[in-house]
């Protein structure tokens, strides 16, 4: 159905009826009365209050269909609810509820309507809104005004269908468009602008059977799967690529066959969350009970079911019954809707809130999914300073930076050649993550938290007696967690001789970790570095005289997602077997 791609969409939620048997589960095109049905004590369907509603439609009876979000890209709280009255034109609505434009025509039957924005048609970005009316109708959205303008070619689809959903293929830069008629008949269109006149038309490259009746579609993006709604049977995954022809897998049937939904199974829509995973919901109009309709949902990235919901009445709006469309957008929309908004057609609109036609109801996301509270926000970590200081001695100081404020973190690397001496330094509230020596070369890491007497004051490592190779490198970072800076550390030695030295893997909690990379190495011969690319270099040196110590501090300049990270290699114009290297995660602050 809807599918809008400037907001990530999320619906979530808990279970009407049987659990779904492997076997169906991971059928192909069979029927799903081919499978055994599992059977399982009935679960409850959570219940959700609707907030809002729109004005009535215009028509009266089974008008309205789908709804569609048309997300505002300055304003969210300006952002459009795009819904087809089947029996006379298409019907946009703001977050209020209100009406505010209505197209229509000498055709009276308007179908499905889907939504892209900020997508590529033969080179030119664009909005995209899809509507099923006498072959196929394409508009863009003003964002000035918010009102449709007509941008596809006169009868640019021809072929006839109900249900509409939008697939943008990234890899190819096109956008195609599916049209399904109510008799099942799949027909797949790519959209292109051939004349360079800013009005698009289609070419068809698919056109396949269902089986039967069916409407509902929508396409993910990103996995590149396509939902087919089959009324009777259930919920099918195809690809969306137009090549694999009629090849689906089912993703779930009806109650009768071991499945999770009733008929007729209609609306469908996508949740792709920020983080690659999400949700593909169906609505379930339960014929034989409308006042039971409900939303089954499934994971978006392997279609096990999840569970279910229903939308229930508020205190200013009533219930969605025998819904057909739904749509969901995970962007806040304005203090309303401060994490988005999940919208039902409603075949039976009563009391509260203006009884008559159909109508859509507006949920707030968090209430519809019961979303958990929002971990607080990290401030972001940031580099502030970093210095280094190499040479042949038996002492080594550096300044901690000007710049430094309380609660600031320090690292500092010491990396020398080894030899007799006591060591003094760096002396009281310096922390000592760890240290790693290979052969004669030992790196020690240590850390603090900046105070109020440590901006431009001077740290100072010795040995008592001893000249020797080594380098003192000191690095100050904003915006990390005062109790336990360290997320995590890990060191490793140089295990034969190189000119190039690989960092240690760690693993990066949730929460926007900063990785520091280090590297030491001791060679007679080495004056330069090579970094990894895309890294950032903070400090460098090459040492002097013989048996030199030469460092690198890196960082990829922004936070690195949760899992394993490292693996980094940089090196110098030397070979040695004497190197030290190190990955280093600094845990943010929570602001």
């Not at 039971?292 to 978006?300: L, N, T």
Request: net charge negative; glycine share 12%; aromatic share 6%.
């Amino acid at each position: 159905m809807v599918h809008a791609r400037t907001a990530r969409i999320l619906v979530g939620v808990l279970a009407p009826t049987t659990l779904l048997g492997a076997a169906l589960a991971g059928a192909g095109p069979a029927s799903p009365a081919a499978s055994a049905p599992v059977a399982a004590a009935p679960d409850p369907v959570a219940l959700v209050a609707s907030v809002r509603e729109t004005v009535s439609v215009a028509s009266a009876g089974d008008a309205l269909d789908d709804p569609a979000v048309w997300v505002h890209p300055s304003d969210p709280a300006r952002s459009l609810v795009l819904g087809n009255d089947k029996l006379g034109g298409l019907e946009t609505y703001d977050l209020d509820g209100n009406l505010v434009q209505r197209l229509t025509d000498d055709t009276a039957f308007w179908g499905n309507v889907d939504v892209r924005q900020r997508v590529a048609v033969d080179g030119v970005v664009r909005d995209v809104v899809a509507v099923a009316h006498d072959g196929l109708r394409l508009y863009d959205v003003d964002p000035a005004t918010r009102l449709l303008r007509d941008t596809g070619e006169d009868r640019a689809i021809t072929g006839s269908g109900e249900g509409v959903c939008l697939w943008v293929d990234a890899a190819a830069q096109e956008v195609h468009v599916v049209l399904i008629t109510i008799a099942g008949r799949l027909q797949q269109y790519r959209l292109g602008d051939a004349d360079a006149d800013g009005l698009l038309e289609g070419t068809l490259v698919r056109d396949l059977e269902v089986g039967s009746e069916a409407e509902g579609c929508v396409a993910d993006d990103d996995t590149g799967a396509l939902y087919v709604s089959e009324e009777d049977t259930g919920l099918w995954r195809y690809a969306a690529d137009p090549a694999t022809g009629d090849d689906r897998t089912l993703v779930d049937g009806v109650a009768t066959a071991g499945g999770h939904l009733v008929p007729d199974v209609e609306g469908v829509t996508l949740v792709d969350l920020p983080d690659g995973t999400g949700y593909v919901v169906a609505s379930a109009q339960d014929l034989e009970d409308p006042d039971a309709s409900y939303f089954a949902v499934y994971d978006r990235l392997d279609n096990t079911y999840v569970r279910s919901f229903r939308v229930d009445a508020g205190a200013d709006s009533d219930d969605c019954d025998r819904t057909d469309g739904i749509t969901a957008v995970a962007t806040p929309l304005g203090p309303d809707f401060p994490r988005g908004i999940f919208v039902c057609q409603d075949h039976d609109n009563q009391a509260p809130g203006g009884a008559g036609n159909q109508d859509f109801k507006y949920v707030p996301l968090e209430t519809a999914v019961a979303l958990p509270d929002p971990p607080p926000p990290a401030s972001p970590v940031r580099p502030v300073a970093a210095v280094v200081t190499g040479a042949n001695a038996t002492a080594w100081t550096t300044r901690v930076p000007g710049a430094v404020r309380p609660g600031d973190a320090l690292l500092l690397f010491f990396s020398r050649s080894t030899g007799p001496g006591r060591f003094t330094g760096p002396g009281r509230g310096w922390t000592r993550v760890r240290a790693l020596r290979d052969g004669t070369l030992r790196t020690t890491l240590w850390r603090r938290v900046v105070t109020a007497a440590d901006a431009g004051s001077t740290v100072a490592v010795s040995f008592s007696t001893g000249v020797r190779q080594g380098a003192l490198t000191l690095a100050a970072y904003r915006g990390v967690r005062r109790s336990g800076p360290v997320a995590g550390s890990a060191a490793a030695p140089e295990p034969g001789t190189s000119a190039t030295h690989r960092t240690p893997m760690v693993t990066a909690p949730a929460g926007g970790a900063w990785r520091v990379s280090y590297w030491a190495t001791k060679s007679a011969a080495a004056t330069a570095w090579a970094a990894p690319a895309g890294e950032v270099v903070r400090a460098t040196s090459a040492g002097a005289g013989g048996g030199r110590v030469a460092t690198l501090l890196t960082d990829p300049g922004r936070a690195v997602p949760a899992g394993r990270t490292g693996g980094l290699v940089a090196g110098t114009d030397a070979a040695t077997d004497k190197a030290t290297s190190w990955t280093v995660l600094l845990a943010p602050r929570p602001s």
